[in-house]
């Protein structure tokens, strides 16, 4: 059984603007930038768990904005979806880069406790979420950071990953379950220390 | 609205989470009617909650004024869109619509004839620019200009 929407033409509600901006509209370029730049940095910087590749990040996807805003063709997919497509696709590539240059290096394994920093409990609770979603398998992670935090609906955010509804809530199930493992030694602690 | 079984609400909770609002929109109010009177669906739903707020705990970062200055900076560096690329993609959009590749060649080729013709009628539009006529009307402009 499918569980997304039935096929037809795709409504975006970005469209209107995106053509304003391949016209060169520079307000319409404001506005574009003001009603996705948060969204996209913040898929970045939980992807990467790292500010300023995450900023560099959203600077490359806005670049391809506005390189391919006056091709823009309407109803193959909404344009919020190729958004977070190109997020995703830099996102994965610096990460497979740092996997490479981690076994080239061939040091220590970055440590999931938090830093020294965390002290403070609300900063412990984020940091030790955090860790075990870096934990995850690379597209179960992606599945819950475009679910959860993107909030982008299933058919959505499967079109994203390039999978079908079906597959989209197998990785997140087992995203949630792994998730769950990895914190069910804290989760009593740390929604103790969040209450 | 189809009712929705106990099953196919466990896979919903196991994949989206406590929030109704992640869950399916085609199957959210199927989904949260069963909710209301499943003391089942209730459970599942109770058993989620921990894990969602956990994950709503990490904060996103929040783009600085230095980044979006610099995001719009790049719109204002962007190359155009040559007219040719534009073209280019008008023709590929039409003959993907009317009928793929056979016909996209015939409308090439068609195109091609056309730049042809379109190219020699603008050099001689060119030509003509330089032409004494238009000299002739410049130094009235410029003449203008003096007084």
């Known amino acids: ?195 | 609205m189809t009712r929705m079984d106990l099953k196919r609400f466990a896979a919903i909770v196991e994949s989206y989470g406590a929030g109704p609002a992640h869950w399916p929109e085609a199957e959210r109010t199927a989904a949260e009617a069963l909710l209301l009177e499943s003391p089942e669906a209730q459970a599942l739903v109770a058993a989620a909650k921990p894990v969602d707020r956990l994950l709503d705990a990490v904060p996103a970062l929040l783009p600085s004024s230095d980044l979006r200055a610099a995001v719009l900076a790049g719109a204002a560096r962007r190359p155009r869109v040559s007219l040719r690329a534009r073209l280019a993609d008008a023709w590929r959009e039409l003959a993907g619509e009317l009928g793929g590749w056979r016909l996209a060649g015939s409308v090439l080729a068609a195109s091609l004839v056309l730049g042809v013709l379109t190219g020699g009628l603008l050099s001689g539009l060119a030509a003509s620019e330089t032409s004494p006529d238009l000299l002739q009307l410049a130094l009235l402009d410029d003449r203008a200009a003096e007084y």
């Open chain 1, 1 to 195: 059984m499918a569980h997304g929407r039935p096929a037809g033409p795709v409504e975006d509600p970005d469209l209107d603007l995106v053509r304003r901006v391949g016209a060169g509209d520079g307000p319409a370029c404001a506005a574009l930038v003001d009603r996705h730049l948060s969204r996209i940095l913040g898929l970045a910087g939980r992807m990467l768990g790292n500010r300023a590749e995450a900023e560099e990040v959203a600077q490359e996807v806005f670049l391809r904005v506005w390189q391919q805003a006056g091709r823009w063709r309407a109803g193959e997919a909404r344009f919020s979806t190729w958004l977070h497509r190109v997020a995703v696709n830099l996102c994965q590539d610096r990460l497979r880069r740092r996997r490479e240059t981690s076994l080239e290096a061939a040091g220590d394994p970055p440590s999931p406790d938090p830093p020294p920093e965390a002290a403070l409990q609300r900063d412990a609770v984020v940091a030790r979420v955090g860790a075990a979603l870096r934990q995850l398998p690379e597209r179960q992670r992606t599945a819950i950071l475009l679910s959860h935090y993107q909030e982008l609906g299933n058919v959505e955010a499967a079109a994203v990953l390039g999978v079908s509804v079906e597959a989209l809530e197998s990785l997140l199930a087992r995203g949630r379950r792994r998730l769950k493992e990895l914190l069910a030694g804290d989760v009593g602690d740390l929604m103790g220390e969040w209450r």
